[in-house]
């Protein structure tokens, strides 16, 4: 009897950012970067969702030649990789929206360098996010993708919908669109499932990039299908006013629980928005002939559900956004990503 194939159900994402030498901190020894992450937190232990001391350590990272010539940088006891993501800053974000931590800059005698407004679009901005290449479809959180990114940009151009709220994204994957957040809103509640390595990613890229943020952080477990967790994150985070998800469905049943979370989240007072960003992923079928999105086709099925869910509770408004808004991080935007926004009017009792 022939031996079945092993199949393999490894997932990649199509975004590939290798950081580059000058973002990093500390010095390079014997083709390895060290002290890549700063000893710190970001708020408190218990803040990060984290028990007792943290963990501080340094780390170290190889620097090692990518196929198209990157500079990739290789954790080999994490098996993880190091990527930076750099961004322009919009016009209109005021230098009081950056990290107080940020150092002031002097020229050559000594004099302060003012930031004047009409400069504030020559200005770049680095994000730190360590990540994995490929995963298997259960732990594709632990790669970056572009519904990350695309959101990023659209907390960046509308940053006074972020500025001084309480904002919870769900399923955030590496945190890449947190750290975005962060920079805005006075607190982030940063969710994901507890599964592989995806909320250690989530506190290690938060803690690598404090010196960006400016909310209060706390990391906590969501699952879909756990509602034990949704409870909790319920019963804590009472003063949410915006929901953030990218790229959070790509099959049906999933598709099923992560509508029933969002049903429940946007049940209780205050009114809250939510924003969710996605790619159309296309693949050619026999039935249909053709190439076809069936899971984007499905999570519209999933809005129509939520629209009609609670009516006389909730006045619905959902809407696709228009996706013409500026880019500010480098990444291949394609048509195929689209933005909703969802609105949750508690009618009065």
Not at 29 to 50: A, H, I
Not at 192 to 216: F, H, P, T, Y
Not at 237 to 265: E, G, H, Q
Not at 335 to 349: D, E
Request: aromatic share 8%; charged share 30%; with cysteine.
């Amino acid at each position: 009897m022939a031996e079945e194939e092993e199949v393999d159900n490894t997932v990649t994402s199509e975004v590939h950012h290798f950081s580059k030498e000058e973002t990093l901190k500390g010095g390079r020894e014997g083709g390895s970067y060290r002290n890549l992450s700063e000893k710190g937190e970001v708020g408190t232990s218990s803040d990060l969702g984290c028990e007792g001391q943290q963990e501080q350590e340094d780390e170290e990272f190889e620097c090692l030649l990518g196929a198209n010539g990157q500079v990739v940088l290789w954790s080999p006891r994490r098996e993880t990789v190091l990527s930076r993501f750099d961004f322009a800053y919009p016009p209109d974000l005021q230098a009081q929206d950056r990290s107080p931590n940020s150092c002031p800059q002097v020229d050559s005698d000594g004099d302060l360098v003012v930031t004047r407004r009409k400069d504030l679009h020559l200005q770049e901005g680095i994000v730190l996010i360590e990540h994995q290449n490929a995963t298997t479809l259960d732990l594709v959180g632990e790669q970056v993708w572009r519904g990350a990114l695309f959101l990023a940009d659209f907390i960046l151009h509308y940053s006074d919908i972020f500025r001084g709220k309480h904002v919870l994204e769900v399923a955030s994957g590496v945190g890449l669109t947190s750290v975005v957040a962060a920079m805005l809103a006075i607190k982030i509640t940063v969710t994901d499932v507890d599964k592989g390595e995806i909320l250690e990613l989530i506190r290690r890229n938060l803690k690598r990039n404090e010196d960006v943020l400016k909310a209060e952080v706390c990391v906590k477990e969501i699952d879909f299908y756990n509602h034990d967790t949704i409870d909790d994150l319920q019963a804590n985070n009472k003063d949410v006013s915006v929901i953030l998800a990218a790229d959070v469905v790509y099959n049906n049943p999933l598709t099923d629980a992560f509508f029933s979370t969002v049903l429940r989240l946007m049940s209780d007072p205050p009114e809250k928005t939510m924003f969710i960003a996605l790619e159309k992923r296309y693949v050619f079928t026999m039935e249909d002939m053709d190439s076809v999105a069936p899971c984007y086709e499905y999570f519209l099925d999933g809005l129509e559900w939520l629209r009609s869910q609670r009516t006389d509770h909730i006045e619905w408004t959902v809407e696709e956004l228009p996706s013409d808004f500026e880019q500010y991080f480098t990444y291949e935007r394609t048509r195929h990503l689209v933005l909703w926004k969802i609105n949750a009017k508690l009618k009065q009792p």
